[in-house]
């Protein structure tokens, strides 16, 4: 991949202390005039984008103000969720409009799924190597 930027894997554990190792990325969101520094965890089983709650709030968002309503899947399917549009910066790669599911709960981590996050950037993961690369998507232009 052109230009790709490599990350390690990083360890986390779950709620029963289990540790694994997760791709995870470190990415700035921005609404508005707000910034936040986060991490997201990559998961290509996700249709969505998630944001918890208070992500959301840290970055001035107001939950009245979203109408959109999103329906979660999976362990998430009982969390309502509401559509909120962030601007999403990646290592030194161009700004790009990411779509989230404002989960109405602190309990889900940062999700950067399908939806759009895989069609805005191509990534491909070296397990074996506990690392996984990024790049922003092809533009033929």
């Known amino acids: 991949m ?3 930027k490599r990350f390690p ?4 554990k779950n709620q029963a202390g289990e540790a694994n190792v997760f ?3 470190p990415i700035t969101l921005n609404y508005r005039d707000c910034v936040s520094e986060v991490v997201g965890l990559l998961d290509t089983g996700s249709s969505l984008n ?7 709030l840290a970055l001035a968002a107001v939950w009245e103000e979203q109408t959109l309503s999103i329906p979660l899947a ?5 969390v309502e969720a509401r559509g909120l549009a962030l601007f999403g ?6 700004p790009v409009r990411l779509a989230f599911a404002w989960a109405n709960s602190n309990d889900p981590p940062i999700i950067l799924g399908q939806l759009n996050f895989f069609m805005e950037f191509d990534v491909c993961f070296y397990r074996s ?3 996984f690369e990024v790049c922003p998507k092809f533009r033929d232009s």
Not at 9 to 12: G, L, S
Not at 50 to 56: A, C, E, N, R
Not at 89 to 94: T, V
């Open 2 to 4: 052109r230009n790709a």
């Open 9 to 12: 894997f990083i360890e986390r």
């Open 23 to 25: 791709p995870c990325v």
């Open 50 to 56: 998630v944001l918890p709650y208070y992500v959301g």
């Open 74 to 78: 999976g362990n998430l399917a009982p």
């Open 89 to 94: 910066l990646l290592s030194d790669f161009p």
């Open 129 to 131: 190597q506990l690392a």
